[in-house]
Structures are given as structure tokens and as C-alpha cells.
Nanobody, 115 residues
Framework: QVQVVESGGGLVQPGGSLTLSCVAS????????WGWYRQAPGKEREEVAT???????NYLDSVKGRFSIFRRNVKNTVYLEMNNLLPEDTAVYYC?????????WGQGTQVTVSS
């Protein structure tokens, strides 16, 4: 079955950077939609960034200019580069990939921004 795994989270000081990675395995099919979401304690999950197969991107207003979602020429892989991190970016970050009309989610990776 399809498995989605995120990596790259951790503890970083305010103003620091992290790059998250997401890989979907267990399928011969390619993803055609990708997204990063996050959920902070006591808050609902929110959409952070998405990228479509044509390259169109969309960002949460609070991360525009600081975060970048991108893909490389690697099947079913997506990244989220996060710069100038703020304490309010602290959350569990989840990846979603759309494969053959179904959405697959990872277990999440913790990002903590603190001095």
C-alpha cells in the first residue's frame, strides 16, 4: 500500500531554516498533487503550501516569501524549504500526495522554533 513519509523536522532557533522532505512509496503510479499542512497544539490543521502537476503553487499568507514548496525530478517526492522561521511556525507538519484520485497523508514531522 502507499506510504507517505516526511522527514527533516527538528528544533531550530528563530530566524533559522529547515527543509522538509516527503516521499510516497508502495505504488507504481505518480503523484499529481502535493501539499504541506501543519497543526499546532490546540489549533486546527491548516494548509501551508501546495503545488500542482503544472507547477502552480499556493501559500498560506503568513509564510509567503519565507517558505517554498518544490519538486525535483524524483518520483513522488516533494520538499518544503522554510526560511526565517518564527516561533508561530511551531507545529507538526504533514505532507499530502494525490495518487490516482486518492489523498495519502504522512504521519507528520515536528518543527519547533524556539531559542
Amino acid at each position: 500500500q502507499v506510504q507517505v513519509v516526511e522527514s527533516g523536522g527538528g528544533l531550530v532557533q528563530p530566524g533559522g531554516s529547515l527543509t522538509l522532505s516527503c516521499v510516497a512509496s508502495g505504488t507504481i503510479y505518480s503523484s499529481y498533487g502535493w501539499g504541506w499542512y501543519r497543526q499546532a497544539p490546540g489549533k486546527e490543521r491548516e494548509e501551508v503550501a501546495t503545488i500542482a502537476s503544472g507547477g502552480q503553487t499556493n501559500y498560506l499568507d503568513s509564510v509567503k516569501g519565507r517558505f517554498s514548496i518544490f519538486r525535483r525530478n524524483v518520483k513522488n517526492t516533494v520538499y518544503l524549504e522554510m526560511n526565517n522561521l518564527l516561533p508561530e511556525d511551531t507545529a507538526v507538519y504533514y505532507c499530502k500526495q494525490i495518487i490516482r484520485g486518492a489523498a495519502y497523508w504522512g504521519q507528520g514531522t515536528q518543527v519547533t522554533v524556539s531559542s
